[in-house]
Each structure stands twice: as structure tokens, then as C-alpha cells.
């Protein structure tokens, strides 16, 4: 197994360039959306955290980027916008060349910060 990136700059450079574009993207959406969120490695992938909880995190897969909400509920509650997008109970997969659309990961990481909020 290999070692985890000791910080996102760092694992964002491992990867193919049309990867690391697209999470790149990603990244600066979610730090538009959270502003007061922390970014470090968490569980080995780019990981922002709220009020010292996870909020939002990203990786590459072999065959896919991922955005991982981390939440059933706000997936649900979501349900209707995401048709359409390769989803799981808490994550959404996208292709490095159809990026998520910022509006789209702007209302999940805001409805992860409601959510956290009401915790």
C-alpha cells in the first residue's frame, strides 16, 4: 500500500493532469462554499472539515474522480438533482472531463454545513 500525501498539494501532484484539473476545480468550489472549513488528508484523500467534523472530501479512482458528500440524507434530499450522475448512498462519481457542475457541489457542501450545523 502506499503512503498517503502528506498534505493535498502533494496529492493533487500524483495525479494525471486532467485528473488533478478536475479535482482542482472541485477544491476551489467547495473552499468558495466553506470558507471556514479546515482542508487536510483525511482517511488518505483531500478532506475539508467544519467544526472539527468532516464535511466534504474528493479522490481518484482508477476509472474516476469522486466527490464523497458523505451523507445519506443529503444525498436524498438531493435526489432529483443528481439524476443522472453515478451515485451511492454518499458519494458521487464523475468523469475527469464532465466535471460536477459547480452549482451542483456548491448546495451538497451547503447542505453539509446545515447539517452539521443542526448536529
Given amino acids: 500500500m502506499q503512503n498517503p500525501a502528506p498534505d493535498v498539494d502533494d ?3 500524483n495525479l494525471p493532469d486532467d ?3 478536475a479535482l482542482q476545480q472541485l477544491r476551489e468550489t467547495i473552499r468558495r462554499a466553506a470558507p471556514d472549513a479546515e482542508e487536510r488528508i483525511g482517511y488518505g484523500v483531500p478532506a475539508f472539515y ?3 467534523r468532516p464535511l466534504v472530501s474528493y479522490a481518484a479512482g482508477k476509472n474516476h474522480c469522486a466527490f464523497y458528500v458523505q451523507s445519506p440524507a443529503v444525498m436524498g434530499a438531493h435526489q ?3 439524476a443522472g450522475f453515478d451515485t451511492t448512498k454518499g458519494t458521487v462519481r464523475f468523469q475527469a472531463d464532465a ?3 459547480a452549482s451542483l457541489v456548491e448546495k451538497l457542501v451547503n447542505a453539509r454545513i446545515a447539517e452539521t450545523d443542526a448536529a
Fill in 11 to 13: 496529492f493533487l501532484a
Fill in 19 to 21: 485528473v488533478r484539473t
Fill in 50 to 52: 467544519y467544526k472539527k
Fill in 80 to 82: 432529483a438533482e443528481l
Fill in 99 to 101: 466535471p460536477l457542475p
